[in-house]
């Protein structure tokens, strides 16, 4: 069973950048969309970015333009790097998967990864 893993989570003061990259394990994995999500203690999980087919991305208001995201289809993997970072931006991570198109939609994913905590902190 394919499975999500994500690394790279850290401490990291504002302004200062990290990468995050989730890695898929278990069996053949293909999915058309891959995105981001996090979530802050007492807070949904909110959408971050996706990527989909033929290369193309979307961005929530909130990253726009720090962040950016990457996938390695021979690699199974999808980055996420995140520059000028923000108090804000202080939650656990996760990466998902779907089969379908590119959305923000939290129910449209399929897949899961555990999450990586990211903490932005002087």
């Known amino acids: 069973q394919v499975q999500l893993v994500e690394s790279g989570g850290g401490l990291v003061q504002p302004g200062g950048s990290l990468g995050l990259s989730c890695a898929a394990s278990?069996?053949?994995?293909?999915?058309?969309?891959l995105g981001w999500y996090r979530q802050s203690p007492g807070k949904e999980r909110e959408w971050v970015t996706s990527?989909?087919?033929?290369?193309?991305?979307m961005y929530a208001d909130s990253v726009k333009g720090r962040f950016t995201i990457s996938r390695d289809n021979a690699k199974n993997t999808v980055s996420l790097q995140m520059n000028s970072l923000r108090p804000e931006d202080t939650a656990v991570y996760y990466c998902?998967?779907?089969?379908?198109?590119?959305?923000?939609?939290?129910?449209?994913?399929?897949?899961w990864g555990r999450g990586t905590q990211v903490s932005v902190s002087s």
């Open positions: 998902a998967a779907r089969n379908g198109g590119l959305s923000g939609y939290y129910s449209a994913y399929d897949l």
């Open positions: 278990g069996g053949v994995f293909s999915p058309a969309t």
């Open positions: 990527t989909g087919p033929y290369g193309r991305t």
